[in-house]
């Protein structure tokens, strides 16, 4: 299932999108995660070294300009969970879901915890099962690259 991905929150700061060629055969979607390899951005398979999210989608030709929201510490992000939400995910850092066109916070699971959840979005209620909810918080320092973590 196609998510909403990662979104700056409240909303982008314009300063920080910066534009950069795409790599060769990239099918990420508006709101996944994306590396810089070899100069050019591509999909993030791990939620290490992420430099940034997707402004808008792959094009599938290399070379062609994408617009990338860089992240830097303590920028928050508003994403949907992969589980049901409820208040005790509060103050907890999880993995993340690191499927093109579907990326997500994974609730359930925090082995390589990369996501601060600072809380629940307020329009989802305490919790949300169906479909599941959305979190704000931000990303760890180790995961962001664009501060050499």
Same mark, same amino acid.
């Given at each position: 299932?196609?998510?909403?991905?990662?979104?700056?929150?409240?909303?982008?700061?314009?300063?920080?999108?910066?534009?950069?060629?795409?790599?060769?055969?990239?099918?990420?979607?508006?709101?996944?995660?994306?590396?810089?390899?070899?100069?050019?951005?591509?999909?993030?398979?791990?939620?290490?070294?992420?430099?940034?999210?997707?402004?808008?989608?792959?094009?599938?030709?290399?070379?062609?300009?994408?617009?990338?929201?860089?992240?830097?510490?303590?920028?928050?992000?508003?994403?949907?969970? @992969?589980? *049901? $939400?409820?208040? #005790?995910?509060?103050?907890?850092?999880? &993995?993340?879901?690191?499927?093109?066109? %579907?990326? /997500?916070?994974?609730? @359930?699971? *925090? $082995?390589?915890? #990369?996501?601060?959840?600072?809380?629940? &979005?307020?329009?989802?209620?305490?919790? %949300?099962? /169906?479909?599941?909810?959305?979190?704000?918080?931000?990303?760890?320092?180790?995961?962001?690259?664009?501060?050499?973590?």
């Amino acid at each position: 299932m196609a998510t909403s991905g990662f979104r700056p929150y409240p909303g982008p700061k314009a300063d920080r999108i910066t534009v950069l060629p795409e790599a060769a055969t990239q099918s990420f979607k508006t709101g996944d995660l994306v590396i810089i390899s070899s100069g050019k951005v591509a999909v993030a398979t791990d939620d290490e070294n992420v430099f940034g999210v997707a402004m808008n989608d792959a094009s599938g030709t290399t070379d062609t300009d994408v617009s990338v929201y860089v992240i830097y510490p303590g920028d928050k992000f508003i994403a949907e969970s @992969g589980a *049901a $939400t409820a208040v #005790a995910n509060q103050g907890v850092a999880y &993995d993340l879901n690191m499927t093109s066109g %579907s990326m /997500s916070v994974t609730t @359930g699971t *925090a $082995t390589s915890a #990369a996501f601060y959840i600072d809380c629940l &979005d307020p329009r989802d209620g305490a919790t %949300s099962s /169906s479909p599941y909810g959305h979190v704000i918080g931000r990303f760890l320092y180790t995961s962001i690259d664009a501060i050499g973590g």
